[in-house]
């Protein structure tokens, strides 16, 4: 089972293996902004608090948001610190956007799959079909954060036919295995590929010491929801974003949710 050790290590890794373009630590929370549409690289990681006061803290990360033009998000879970935050949020006016559930499964061997390559830098097939998959408004972003991550890492894909048609990357830190970058070109979906690609990522992290895996993905995204369980995951966090009320329609930016889990 799951414990709150457990559920703050892996949001740990998470952070980790997306990094935002732009961070700065207020009181121990992460205060991250990239631009383009991720939810997560655009918002405050709220694992650790030193402060004295909430509030005041709230104040400095609005400060900094407003800088951008930009409207201040936060990302709550479970383990947020410090407690009571999510009715700190409301109380200043923050509205909940699209919230998505990190799964977990304990590490397995697992034998080699056929037709996967394995690097550690995203190469051109590899790129065509991840980028392809998401939203025009998180392309450019998302191409300089593939250049960020820290190993160890590896890229995987799936080839047919001399192509690649199906991706994942996946981080290691804090003795768990995050998967990020899950896609499937159209043409080649419901046929295994991704279920190939996600196995050879388990059987890589095995090799990393790595005790679980864990990806996230949004709430209602059932197809992915159900692929996932099928393959071992259980849900076991609820991530919560929270987006500043302001009056000036200009700070309000649309941000397209964090998917499946593609950045």
């Known amino acids: ?48 608090f030193h402060g004295a006061g909430a509030e005041a803290a709230v104040l400095r990360v609005e400060s900094c948001y407003r800088a951008l033009g930009q409207a201040a998000r936060f990302h709550t879970f479970e383990e947020t610190s410090p407690a009571g935050m999510e009715d700190l949020l409301r109380r200043r006016g923050y509205r909940e956007s699209e919230s998505t559930i990190t799964m977990f499964k304990r590490v397995e061997g697992r034998d080699a799959v056929a037709g996967i390559e394995v690097r550690g830098d995203a190469w051109a097939g590899w790129r065509n079909v991840y980028l392809g998959g998401i939203t025009e408004n998180r392309r450019a972003v998302n191409s ?10 590896a890229f995987f894909g799936l080839a047919r036919g001399g192509e690649t048609i199906a991706t994942a990357l996946c981080v290691v830190g804090f003795g768990c295995a995050v998967i990020e970058c899950v896609a499937t070109r ?32 949004v709430a209602s995204n059932a197809a992915a929801v159900g692929l996932y369980k099928r393959l071992g995951f259980f849900v076991s966090a609820v991530n919560r974003f929270w ?21």
């Open 243 to 263: 987006v500043e009320g302001l009056p000036d329609i200009n700070c309000r930016k649309s941000h397209a949710p964090d998917d499946a889990p593609d950045d």
């Open 186 to 217: 159209p043409d080649a979906r419901r046929q295994g590929a991704a279920r190939c690609v996600l196995e050879a990522v388990e059987r890589w992290a095995g090799g990393q010491s790595a005790d679980w895996l864990g990806l996230q993905v």
């Open 144 to 153: 300089l954060i593939l250049h960020r991550i820290q190993a160890p890492r």
């Open 1 to 48: 089972m799951i414990n709150c050790e457990d559920r703050v290590r892996m949001e740990r890794a998470h952070v980790l293996a997306w990094p935002a373009l732009r961070t700065v630590d207020i009181e121990g929370w992460l205060w991250r902004s990239s631009g383009g549409g991720s939810q997560r690289a655009n918002s405050v990681s709220t694992i650790d």
